[in-house]
């Protein structure tokens, strides 16, 4: 028991130096503007999602993020004199990646509420929109404004000004946040929820595309900022803010959010156009392709990183002995979602490590503790005997483990190793909250674009499918191959 | 005649429990020794303190003038080649045909060639009448058969001794023949040999001493003749004496 408490005090001091590490105040002078400028990018955060304010379009099989916001970052980037990079994550991630400096703005409908305020600076307002509620059109006489839905079940996204709208201003609701608006319209038509809230030209972006839905005025009661739409910089960045808020001006000025929102419009037609989920074949290929990526990746390094931390574990070696287990313990008593977030957003306060990298990573990492187990139960699954068998003939420590004790573990742990795999195809999904473009990350991009919301997802579990059932099936194979019974 | 193996002041604790308690003892070349005693009483402990499979708390092993109680692993590796050893459970390697079984430690420890290996294996198989089973896995092999495998698996390091514990033990009754003929064979050709065993007839036609074993001492060591005809101890004669009931 007292082993049990110093292991858990060196796991708890090592994360809190971490995060006493991360935690220090990165804020010097303010260099934000001379920064850009020296890198010769612009990078904008964006969760696209969000029709007409930015949405993805498929131009002959190419994905592409496009819309008003994207119009906005064109124009700022172009004033600026630098290139604009577009990174995509999902909405709940866009305030810790400028926090992390993976992005320098995050232009994503987001509104300039006091909260938001305390820890972003904000460009002036670009757009003012309202807030609407969506619902089925069978429904039309039944809701007239928030009010209708008293005792009922809302939609809104996580972590948007929508949510704590319908939380606050509509009484005894359950409000149903999820990450996803294409989600939400599903919620939506299977009347998980009678309503979804998002902005206007949203809500619009909805009706125009989908024969089912139609729109209400919310009526909500909005504070200062939340009707708004504006750019959002990490704490501190007043040089860029100015220089931005230059460009801001002269698009209110000009009124070329009009324009914009006109040419979002004709990408949301030409978008629609065909929605056949076989017109978006080359979207679930990429998924299926970075699905597979990271996950043989994984497995590889899962491997080679799990038994040495098996042996780690195994070894006499007190420290190494402890590190082993530490490390084992601590990856599987965390969930991997934080942990793909740790490494993308903790470790790259550090190191800039892209998305694809960070997930491979954490999956890697992450598998590593899992497989580091089950080689260790393999391994200690193998008598006795056989090693003192072997060491009674005069081999060595390693001679014994190399051709007696590890080969026979192998043949123990294959099948679980197999289930190892298996399930790992399935869980790097988790990487698709960072913006990379796995199948699950790709479902939800072609949900948006077609408007359909169950389509793709039975693409997407048919595909899920045939990848962990025809790895089972060569697994099996080589599974039999290696019994000697 | 010098002494092969010689036992001094030998004790083993496990934790609080005294398994071995100040065994002292020699073998010399060419003679059997076979261990006899009732269940618990440390003969398997002893026999694996000889090499140094179990680890003495205290006392001394000498082998061929080698002090193993003070050598590293290294050097314990190079003297324990020199030391077969038998199972009760055979300990066949599970992932190895029977004759990849015989080979693994020339190969491994000795660099043979695998030619040469083979020529070995194949010679040691037939010795014990198993060459037609060279390429079966152990798995398919009676107990009798794989534990003459094993006997073959250690003679393959042209050892100096052999060690048995309770080779036969875990046979049906119908194949301890075929192991203890291939004993007696080896104790013909005069292979020193520590035998613990429950076979009284083998310990009295092959064995040049006895050692009855009991409570962690040697609680009376003799020639078969005076420890089965005329024992002088009250635990051995206890001991003889129930064995011959059952
Ligand atoms: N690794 C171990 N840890 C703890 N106690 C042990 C260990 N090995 C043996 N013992 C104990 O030491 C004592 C002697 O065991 P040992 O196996 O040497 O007896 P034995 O004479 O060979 O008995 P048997 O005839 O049943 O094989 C027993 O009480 C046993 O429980
Ligand atoms: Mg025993």
Redesign the interface.
């Given at each position: 028991m007292k082993k049990f408490f110093v292991w858990l005090g060196l796991v708890l001091g090592l994360v809190v130096t971490l995060a006493g590490i991360s935690a220090q105040p990165a804020q010097a002078a303010d260099n934000s503007l001379a920064r850009v400028k020296e890198k010769g990018t612009l990078v904008m955060g964006t969760s696209p999602d969000y029709p007409p304010y930015e949405f993805l379009v498929n131009r002959n099989g190419k994905e592409r993020v496009v819309g008003m916001d994207v119009d906005i970052a064109k124009k700022i980037a172009k004033d600026l004199g630098v290139k604009l990079v577009i990174k995509q994550m999902s909405f709940d991630s866009l305030l810790v990646a400028l926090e992390t400096n993976k992005v320098d703005m995050v232009v994503s409908g987001m509104s300039p509420t006091p909260a938001r305020e305390k820890s972003v600076d904000f460009s002036k307002v670009y757009y003012k929109g309202g807030q609407s509620i969506l619902i089925n059109k069978t429904d039309k006489g039944l809701y007239h404004d928030k009010n209708s839905f008293i005792n009922k079940a809302v939609g809104a996204q996580t972590g948007s000004i929508q949510y704590s709208l319908g939380k606050k201003q509509i009484k005894n609701s359950t409000v149903k946040g999820l990450d996803k608006i294409s989600d939400l319209i599903l919620a939506l038509k299977s009347h998980k929820v009678e309503g979804v809230i998002m902005e206007k030209p949203s809500a619009q972006a909805y009706v125009d595309n989908d024969k089912s839905l139609t729109m209400i005025n919310g009526n909500f009661n909005l504070g200062k900022g939340e009707n708004d739409t504006a750019i959002g910089f990490r704490k501190g960045s007043t040089s860029l803010v100015n220089e931005v808020n230059k460009s801001v001006d002269q698009i209110d000025k000009q009124g070329l959010t009009k324009d914009y929102l006109k040419d979002a419009g004709s990408y949301m037609k030409t978008n629609t156009h065909n929605t056949t989920m076989w017109h978006y074949a080359g979207y679930f290929a990429k998924g299926v392709g970075y699905t597979l990526l990271i996950t043989v990746i994984s497995v590889f390094f899962g491997i080679l990183l799990g038994i040495i931390f098996a042996l780690m574990r195994l070894s006499k070696n007190k420290l190494l002995h402890g590190l082993g287990v530490a490390y084992i313990e601590f990856v599987r008593g965390t969930p991997l979602m934080i942990q793909v977030m740790f490494v993308y957003f903790g470790i790259g306060l550090f190191i800039n490590i892209p998305a694809l990298t960070s997930g491979i990573i954490a999956v890697s990492l992450n598998s590593a503790a899992y497989v580091a187990e089950i080689i260790r139960g393999g391994i200690n699954s193998v008598a006795k005997g056989q090693t003192e068998a072997a060491r009674s003939l005069g081999l060595s420590n390693t001679q014994t483990f190399r051709s007696v004790v590890f080969p026979q573990a192998l043949k123990n742990i294959w099948p679980a190793l197999g289930n190892e795999f298996v399930s790992l195809i399935k869980e790097s999904s988790i990487v698709s909250i960072i913006g990379v473009t796995d199948l699950i990350y790709q479902l939800k991009a072609v949900q948006t674009a077609t408007y359909k919301g169950v389509a793709p997802i039975i693409v997407a579990m048919i595909l899920y499918f045939i990848m962990t059932f025809s790895l089972s099936k060569v697994l099996n194979h080589y599974e039999r191959s290696m019994r000697h019974d | 005649m010098t002494d092969m193996i010689k036992i001094e002041d030998l004790s083993k604790k496990f934790g609080d429990t005294e398994v071995l308690k100040g065994l002292n003892g020699s073998v010399s070349k060419g003679q059997v020794i076979c261990v006899i005693g009732p269940s618990g009483g440390g003969k398997s402990t002893f026999l694996r303190c000889l090499?140094l499979?179990e680890k003495p708390t205290s006392g001394k092993v000498t082998f061929e003038s080698n002090e193993l109680t003070a050598l590293n692993?290294?050097q314990l590796?190079?003297l324990?080649?020199k030391?077969?050893?038998v199972?009760q459970?055979f300990?066949?390697?599970?992932?190895m045909t029977v004759i990849e079984n015989v080979k693994?430690?020339p190969v491994?420890?000795k660099n043979m060639s695998d030619d040469e290996a083979n020529k070995l294996a194949l010679s040691l198989l037939d010795q014990v009448g198993l060459q037609e089973k060279a390429d079966a896995?152990p798995?398919?092999l009676s107990g009798g058969q794989q534990q003459r495998v094993?006997i073959a698996?250690?003679l393959a390091?042209n050892p100096d001794v052999m060690l048995f514990d309770e080779p036969t033990s875990a046979l049906d009754p119908e194949m301890v023949g075929e192991v203890l003929k291939v004993m007696q064979d080896l104790a013909n050709d005069g292979m020193t040999m520590v035998v613990v065993t429950h076979e009284m007839g083998f310990a009295k036609n092959v064995a040049d001493q006895v050692w009855f074993m009991d409570g962690g001492v040697f609680a009376e060591k003799g020639t078969p003749d005076e420890i089965f005809e005329h024992p002088k101890n009250e635990r051995t004669k206890d001991f003889l004496a129930k064995i011959l009931e059952a």
């Amino acid at each position: 028991m007292k082993k049990f408490f110093v292991w858990l005090g060196l796991v708890l001091g090592l994360v809190v130096t971490l995060a006493g590490i991360s935690a220090q105040p990165a804020q010097a002078a303010d260099n934000s503007l001379a920064r850009v400028k020296e890198k010769g990018t612009l990078v904008m955060g964006t969760s696209p999602d969000y029709p007409p304010y930015e949405f993805l379009v498929n131009r002959n099989g190419k994905e592409r993020v496009v819309g008003m916001d994207v119009d906005i970052a064109k124009k700022i980037a172009k004033d600026l004199g630098v290139k604009l990079v577009i990174k995509q994550m999902s909405f709940d991630s866009l305030l810790v990646a400028l926090e992390t400096n993976k992005v320098d703005m995050v232009v994503s409908g987001m509104s300039p509420t006091p909260a938001r305020e305390k820890s972003v600076d904000f460009s002036k307002v670009y757009y003012k929109g309202g807030q609407s509620i969506l619902i089925n059109k069978t429904d039309k006489g039944l809701y007239h404004d928030k009010n209708s839905f008293i005792n009922k079940a809302v939609g809104a996204q996580t972590g948007s000004i929508q949510y704590s709208l319908g939380k606050k201003q509509i009484k005894n609701s359950t409000v149903k946040g999820l990450d996803k608006i294409s989600d939400l319209i599903l919620a939506l038509k299977s009347h998980k929820v009678e309503g979804v809230i998002m902005e206007k030209p949203s809500a619009q972006a909805y009706v125009d595309n989908d024969k089912s839905l139609t729109m209400i005025n919310g009526n909500f009661n909005l504070g200062k900022g939340e009707n708004d739409t504006a750019i959002g910089f990490r704490k501190g960045s007043t040089s860029l803010v100015n220089e931005v808020n230059k460009s801001v001006d002269q698009i209110d000025k000009q009124g070329l959010t009009k324009d914009y929102l006109k040419d979002a419009g004709s990408y949301m037609k030409t978008n629609t156009h065909n929605t056949t989920m076989w017109h978006y074949a080359g979207y679930f290929a990429k998924g299926v392709g970075y699905t597979l990526l990271i996950t043989v990746i994984s497995v590889f390094f899962g491997i080679l990183l799990g038994i040495i931390f098996a042996l780690m574990r195994l070894s006499k070696n007190k420290l190494l002995h402890g590190l082993g287990v530490a490390y084992i313990e601590f990856v599987r008593g965390t969930p991997l979602m934080i942990q793909v977030m740790f490494v993308y957003f903790g470790i790259g306060l550090f190191i800039n490590i892209p998305a694809l990298t960070s997930g491979i990573i954490a999956v890697s990492l992450n598998s590593a503790a899992y497989v580091a187990e089950i080689i260790r139960g393999g391994i200690n699954s193998v008598a006795k005997g056989q090693t003192e068998a072997a060491r009674s003939l005069g081999l060595s420590n390693t001679q014994t483990f190399r051709s007696v004790v590890f080969p026979q573990a192998l043949k123990n742990i294959w099948p679980a190793l197999g289930n190892e795999f298996v399930s790992l195809i399935k869980e790097s999904s988790i990487v698709s909250i960072i913006g990379v473009t796995d199948l699950i990350y790709q479902l939800k991009a072609v949900q948006t674009a077609t408007y359909k919301g169950v389509a793709p997802i039975i693409v997407a579990m048919i595909l899920y499918f045939i990848m962990t059932f025809s790895l089972s099936k060569v697994l099996n194979h080589y599974e039999r191959s290696m019994r000697h019974d | 005649m010098t002494d092969m193996i010689k036992i001094e002041d030998l004790s083993k604790k496990f934790g609080d429990t005294e398994v071995l308690k100040g065994l002292n003892g020699s073998v010399s070349k060419g003679q059997v020794i076979c261990v006899i005693g009732p269940s618990g009483g440390g003969k398997s402990t002893f026999l694996r303190c000889l090499n140094l499979l179990e680890k003495p708390t205290s006392g001394k092993v000498t082998f061929e003038s080698n002090e193993l109680t003070a050598l590293n692993e290294g050097q314990l590796n190079e003297l324990r080649e020199k030391m077969g050893m038998v199972f009760q459970s055979f300990n066949l390697f599970a992932n190895m045909t029977v004759i990849e079984n015989v080979k693994l430690a020339p190969v491994k420890v000795k660099n043979m060639s695998d030619d040469e290996a083979n020529k070995l294996a194949l010679s040691l198989l037939d010795q014990v009448g198993l060459q037609e089973k060279a390429d079966a896995y152990p798995a398919s092999l009676s107990g009798g058969q794989q534990q003459r495998v094993a006997i073959a698996r250690a003679l393959a390091m042209n050892p100096d001794v052999m060690l048995f514990d309770e080779p036969t033990s875990a046979l049906d009754p119908e194949m301890v023949g075929e192991v203890l003929k291939v004993m007696q064979d080896l104790a013909n050709d005069g292979m020193t040999m520590v035998v613990v065993t429950h076979e009284m007839g083998f310990a009295k036609n092959v064995a040049d001493q006895v050692w009855f074993m009991d409570g962690g001492v040697f609680a009376e060591k003799g020639t078969p003749d005076e420890i089965f005809e005329h024992p002088k101890n009250e635990r051995t004669k206890d001991f003889l004496a129930k064995i011959l009931e059952a």
